[in-house]
């Protein structure tokens, strides 16, 4: 999510610069057939579940990680199921089909920025959840995914 959100985030710069402009809506079928939306797993968690391991944890980090999951999933159902898929061909000259295909692809990626922009944020809640139990006495800030620079190291 981390990795792939600088993408997302040019994409819909790009559309909304399309938006703006009198710009070729072919180019929108290029860059929407492009785009995939994020594969995230949750084997982990099942796991986690199908072991009984959660049963050694404390009850506010268990929770954590459950809404974390579920928010994940909810993220990856709505990249996957939202995501707008134009007719194949040009829309008829003279029509607004153009122009509401470009609006649409550019709400679609606002709303996936916005929807990875509240994943990270989760995360690294539960990151910070899970190092305070896991040693309560440690002083240094746990890292976060808004840490990470671009070589995917964290920040000092």
């Known amino acids: 999510v981390v990795d792939g959100m600088p993408y997302h985030t ?29 594969v995230l797993l949750n084997t982990a968690w099942e796991t986690a579940l199908a072991t009984g391991a959660l049963t050694y944890m404390e009850f506010e980090v268990v929770s954590a990680l459950s809404l974390t999951y579920s928010i994940q999933e909810t993220f990856s159902d709505r990249a996957r199921t939202e995501r707008p898929r134009p007719p194949p061909g040009a829309p008829p000259p003279g029509s607004n089909g153009g122009a509401a295909r470009v609006q649409a692809a550019y709400d679609y990626m606002s709303s996936l920025v916005q929807d990875e922009a509240e994943l990270i944020a989760v995360y690294d809640q539960a990151l910070e959840l899970i190092a305070l139990h896991r040693d309560p006495d440690h002083v240094d800030p746990p890292p976060t995914l808004r840490s990470r620079d671009t070589t995917g190291s964290d920040s000092p």
């Open 10 to 38: 040019g994409i819909r710069d790009f559309l909304a610069a399309m938006t703006v402009e009198t710009s070729d809506p072919s180019q929108l079928s290029a860059i929407m057939d492009g785009l995939s939306p994020p």
